[in-house]
């Protein structure tokens, strides 16, 4: 049986014209715009004509040629049509981006040990990351205009274990994130008010992972029910109070949602009860689920849609290394039109795929039921 490897990722979900590259645990590539029109897209921003910086999770743009650089300093937008995956080694989380046939890989964006998260906000270029200044160290958040804690603003001080799903919004008003302290059994999905010198951190809800829509009014996001039970998907305002609505309901656990371009449907990971993972879509509704792979013997995660919305890249881990890497499915049904894309062994959960006109924000989930799955997993002697 195969068991995905829960690589420590680095990658949040950032906006459209705000949001660069986040990690931790579990990353993904937050939905591109451009297009899909305008809705709520998981991780992108409907501007037009933005030229945002490159740095962690990806900005809008109507061009489609980047030039941001590794630590994204310099001005460009993502490649339109390509799907942004990474790879992990022992000393960063690599991202890359790649067509959807397979050719122009590129690499895009290198993040360093310590940063857990990232976002750029594409309107003033200033950076927010969640950072631990050693391995057991508690993590922290800040801003600064450069991909690096000296001289960097203090936005909440270094007490959390886990922070994921981290994304600034299009107006870059407002930063959201996933974070637990340690002893939580469950996370919690936070935002912070950017503008003015006050940046308190407002919990909205428990959740596991996060993903913002394109519109900037809605997020997806899973949390565990009746606390010990299974992990089910919710929508929820971007405000605090009002009640969210169910979108699952079932004893398995859902994984890492994210909106298609329009933000009508979200596609997700479901575990069965061994724990292997599937990829289905639903609608925001929840209605018309459909099961996209049926692979038993694959872990399959980390989902997210193109542009058009009919076809759905996913990453894959299974014992045989040649099928581990980045795939691509039909959204019409159960493993139509499944092609692998990238054979990688070393590829790390969290994929995007950009618009056609190359928007987009690059957003990384970090799941932090895989965290504590990993934590209590028996150690090899």
Not at 143 to 160: H, K
Not at 233 to 249: E, K, L, M
Not at 320 to 343: C, E, F, H, M, P
Request: aromatic share 8%.
């Amino acid at each position: 049986m195969v068991k995905s490897p829960n690589r420590r990722s680095r990658f949040s979900t950032g906006t459209l014209s705000a949001v660069l590259v986040t990690a931790l645990a579990a990353v993904i590539i937050g939905c591109g715009g451009g297009g899909g029109g305008g809705g709520t897209s998981t991780g992108i921003t409907g501007m037009t004509n933005s030229t945002s910086s490159a740095t962690s999770t990806a900005t809008a743009g109507t061009n489609s040629t980047s030039t941001a650089t590794t630590d994204g300093s310099s001005q460009g937008v993502l490649q339109a049509n390509h799907i942004y995956y990474t790879i992990q080694d022992e000393d960063a989380i690599h991202i890359r981006s790649i067509l959807p046939s397979g050719g122009d890989m590129q690499p895009y964006l290198d993040l360093p040990a310590g940063f857990d998260t990232v976002a750029l906000n594409a309107a003033n270029n200033t950076r927010y990351f969640a950072y631990r200044s050693s391995a057991d160290a508690n993590v922290g958040i800040y801003s600064n205009s450069s991909l690096s804690p000296t001289l960097a603003q203090e936005l909440v001080p270094a007490t959390y274990v886990f922070v994921g799903s981290m994304q600034v919004s299009n107006d870059g008003s407002t930063l959201y994130y996933v974070a637990a302290k340690s002893g939580d059994l469950e996370a919690t999905l936070y935002k912070i008010t950017l503008t003015g010198s006050t940046h308190t951190p407002v919990a909205l809800d428990a959740a596991d992972s996060a993903h913002l829509n394109l519109a900037n009014t809605q997020i997806v996001y899973t949390k565990t029910i009746n606390n010990a039970g299974d992990q089910e998907i919710f929508i929820r305002g971007t405000d605090a109070g009002g009640t969210p609505t169910q979108v699952t309901n079932n004893a398995l656990d859902e994984y890492t949602p994210q909106w298609s371009k329009d933000g009508t449907l979200i596609v997700f990971a479901r575990a069965d009860s061994s724990g292997i993972r599937d990829i289905f879509t639903i609608k925001a509704n929840g209605t018309d689920e459909k099961q996209i792979t049926n692979t038993p013997a694959v872990d399959e995660q980390s989902p997210t849609y193109n542009a058009a919305g009919d076809t759905i890249a996913y990453i894959a881990y299974s014992e045989d290394l040649t099928q581990t890497g980045l795939w691509r499915a039909s959204a019409s049904g159960t493993d139509q039109g499944k092609v692998l894309i990238k054979n990688e062994p070393a590829i790390a959960s969290g994929t995007y795929w950009t618009g056609q006109n190359g928007r987009g924000r690059f957003s990384g989930y970090s799941s932090f039921l895989d965290r504590l799955k990993k934590k209590e997993a028996p150690k090899k002697p």
